[in-house]
């Protein structure tokens, strides 16, 4: 008999806290951590019946641990840490961005510790998070996500298995190309609309209502406008997916024009001291330079 799920939610940061919300919204989170402890301690505080907890405690009393971590270190770290200390059968999910190899070794981690892995990367942003309609990409065996099925479906609009582990990370390779490509067109064009001084007002729902409306553009368009780059997905999150995406790019021998251009351009943003920013900041390098 399967148990029900008790889930653990590790990383509560832009995309992982309100992950997190919709997991105990539907009555299957036991507990959460996080790098520094007070946010965690914040979101227990905020959300009866989650207790603050550490890697390594959420192992003990969650049979299902979720991870929404930085970067491919992190995501290596605390799935060592919950194989050591959880019981056979338990099940990491991860929604990170970071390469499929990383995926593989995650999840030999957890198979040598009779559990499993899924890699599940997301694709929606903030806004998509906040409304519980992500699209995941998922990596693994079919019995072990349809295991894990109900804790998804908590925020996504789609879940879609796309193979086996690994899987999930290279499909979200190619979304960061797209993701990339679009920011360079939508900053580019609207740097060149402000120089031609058209109203923000009336060109946003213009191109919005065209064939060159996007997710980007309606999310981002006016906010970049206003010089407002706090919310969202942090460029220095994107230069480190574009890295892995080069990799990829490299080994497929496709071509890397806008892998390129976007590592080079964020990386300078990152230099200017602006790795927290949204990527809508990229702006600032396609306004005239004085
Ligand atoms: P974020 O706001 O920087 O949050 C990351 C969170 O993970 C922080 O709270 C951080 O703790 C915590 N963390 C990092 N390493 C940890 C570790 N080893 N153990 C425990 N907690 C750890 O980033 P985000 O925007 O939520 O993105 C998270 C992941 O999702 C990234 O891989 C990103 O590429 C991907 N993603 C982001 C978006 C987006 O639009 N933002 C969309 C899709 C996918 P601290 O408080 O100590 O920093």
Redesign the pocket.
């Known amino acids: 008999m399967q148990h029900a799920i008790r889930a653990g939610f590790?990383?509560?940061?832009?995309?992982?806290w309100s992950m997190a919300a919709h997991l105990h919204q539907r009555g299957l989170l036991a507990a959460v951590?996080?790098?520094?402890p007070d946010?965690a301690q914040r979101f227990a505080a905020a959300h009866e019946g989650t207790i603050a907890a550490t890697?390594d405690t959420i192992a003990q009393c969650c049979n299902v641990v979720v991870l929404?971590?930085?970067?491919d270190s992190?995501v290596i770290?605390?799935s060592r840490t919950v194989a050591a200390a959880a019981a056979p059968g338990t099940i990491v999910v991860d929604?990170?961005?970071?390469s499929s190899t990383t995926a593989s070794a995650a999840a030999a981690l957890l198979r040598a510790a009779g559990g499993d892995f899924v890699d599940a990367?997301?694709?929606?942003?903030?806004e998509g998070a906040k409304n519980g309609k992500l699209s995941i990409m998922a990596g693994g065996e079919a019995a072990t996500l349809a295991r894990v099925r109900p804790v998804l479906d908590a925020y996504a609009a789609r879940v879609t298995h796309m193979g086996p582990v690994g899987a999930g990370q290279n499909t979200k390779a190619v979304n960061q190309v797209l993701i990339a490509g679009i920011a360079q067109a939508v900053t580019e064009g609207l740097a060149l609309g402000e120089a031609l001084g058209l109203a923000p007002d009336a060109l946003l729902p213009t191109l919005a209502a065209g064939a060159a409306g996007n997710w980007f553009l309606d999310k981002r368009g006016a906010t970049m406008l206003a010089n407002q780059f706090s919310v969202?997905?942090?460029l220095g999150?994107l230069h480190?997916?574009l890295r892995i995406v080069r990799d990829l790019a490299l080994a497929a021998g496709t071509d890397r024009s806008v892998i390129e251009k976007s590592l080079a351009d964020y990386a300078e943003l990152m230099a200017r001291g602006h790795a927290d920013d949204d990527i809508s900041a990229l702006i600032r390098l396609k306004r005239p330079q004085v």
């Open positions: 590790v990383g509560l940061g832009a995309m992982g951590a996080n790098r520094s946010k890697a929404c971590v930085s970067a992190d770290d605390v929604h990170s961005t970071v990367p997301v694709s929606g942003g903030v969202g997905f942090k999150l480190k997916d």
